[in-house]
């Protein structure tokens, strides 16, 4: 018996629902096993996290607060992820945006703009931000053929330096300058209430409360499927990723792609990092702490692998794995152990990637059978 793999010549349709699936489901069940061996009831532990992420009182309005900047990390890293450009960097590029739009914030809302105004200039600065940062590991590729993994990670430590000296090591605009405390106890300043995003409330739960964010994060995932689905940016997209030497061929500028997708994936993950601010925070968090215990931009990255870089299928993974970040949080604490989401997270992502090979190879079983043994030469006549 030979074992091979080979590569798929067409997928299935339902192939490409059911990796997914079965990934998730082999990802628990594993987690299950370590939840077993550990002394932990897996039933009794799954049910605790389903209802504190999704059917408490407020569980959903919590939810949401997570979802969204997971929602954003995770287009980000799907916009990129369609061209074979592996933007680690969201994580910064979101730093940035926060930057930007609590800077645009402050300046707009503090001389009394209209807040639909304030709000579309924070927008735009996070956008713009998140575009910047990201252009830096897109220039590196593009023209000095350097790897973006590399360069956009490490441009996240910097975008997190550069958060905490804003506040803490100099006397910055975002610096609280002012009162008693500032120089004892360094803080931003509170953004103003024209740069305050707005909430709804709907009556489920008790109150729902739907940030804008999330709104946000819908509209750029329709955006970002008619882009990639319906344009001929596209379709040049789909080619480079597919292949560089055809892109090449058909008359695709490589490096145009490589900087336009590059700086729509920083836009995306600015635009979340204004939302972060605008909604949530209301005051640039001078310590990047205070957004890395979520992890936002690398469990985007969990994300978008999840949804397959569809950008609608990124939504729903984003409320699913906000949900289970949410009750990771809400039920820390002697009983629960406290590293179960991040291990569960861990798993999905190496079942994910180890689905993936399904949908790309096949394992094929071929058997070999013996050639039959030649007769015997006759003897010769004596």
Avoid at 91 to 96: A, I, N, P
Avoid at 113 to 123: E, K, L, N, Q, R
Wanted: net charge positive; proline share 5%; aromatic share 10%.
């Amino acid at each position: 018996m030979r074992v091979g793999i080979e590569q798929r010549l067409d997928r299935p349709r339902w192939l490409v629902v059911a990796v997914p699936v079965g990934s998730v489901v082999a990802a628990f069940v594993l987690a299950a096993i370590v939840l077993a061996v550990t002394g932990h009831n897996p039933v009794s532990t799954y049910k605790q996290l389903f209802e504190a992420g999704f059917l408490q009182q407020g569980s959903l309005t919590q939810t949401l607060t997570v979802a969204t900047p997971l929602a954003f990390t995770g287009l980000a890293a799907a916009a990129a992820f369609r061209m074979k450009l592996y933007n680690i960097g969201a994580e910064g590029q979101m730093y940035m945006g926060t930057i930007v739009g609590a800077g645009a914030g402050l300046y707009f809302g503090g001389r009394g703009g209209p807040s639909v105004f304030v709000i579309g200039a924070m927008v735009i600065g996070g956008c713009l931000g998140g575009a910047g940062w990201a252009l830096i590991p897109g220039v590196l590729r593009a023209f000095f053929n350097a790897s973006e993994i590399l360069t956009s990670l490490l441009l996240n430590y910097v975008a997190g330096l550069l958060l905490t000296y804003l506040i803490f090591e100099s006397e910055s605009y975002w610096r609280q300058t002012t009162g008693f405390n500032a120089t004892v106890f360094p803080t931003s300043k509170p953004l103003p209430g024209s740069a305050i995003w707005p909430k709804w409330v709907l009556g489920l739960q008790g109150g729902l409360t739907v940030p804008l964010g999330a709104f946000l994060a819908v509209l750029c995932a329709a955006l970002l499927w008619v882009a990639y689905r319906r344009t001929r940016f596209g379709f040049e997209v789909q080619v480079a990723g597919d292949s560089e030497r055809a892109a090449r061929y058909a008359g695709v500028r490589l490096r145009r792609k490589v900087l336009a997708v590059m700086a729509l994936s920083g836009a995306i993950a600015g635009a979340g990092g204004a939302s972060y601010v605008g909604d949530f925070s209301h005051a640039l968090d001078g310590d990047p702490n205070g957004l890395q215990k979520l992890g936002y931009g690398y469990t985007g990255i969990v994300v978008a692998a999840l949804g397959r870089y569809n950008p609608v299928a990124v939504v729903v993974i984003a409320f699913l794995l906000g949900g289970l970040e949410n009750a990771g949080n809400t039920l820390q604490g002697v009983d629960f152990p406290a590293g179960l989401v991040g291990v569960v997270q861990g798993i999905i992502l190496f079942s994910v990637l180890g689905g993936e090979l399904l949908t790309r190879y096949r394992l094929r079983v071929t058997w070999r059978q013996h050639a039959p043994k030649p007769a015997p030469a006759p003897e010769a006549a004596a």
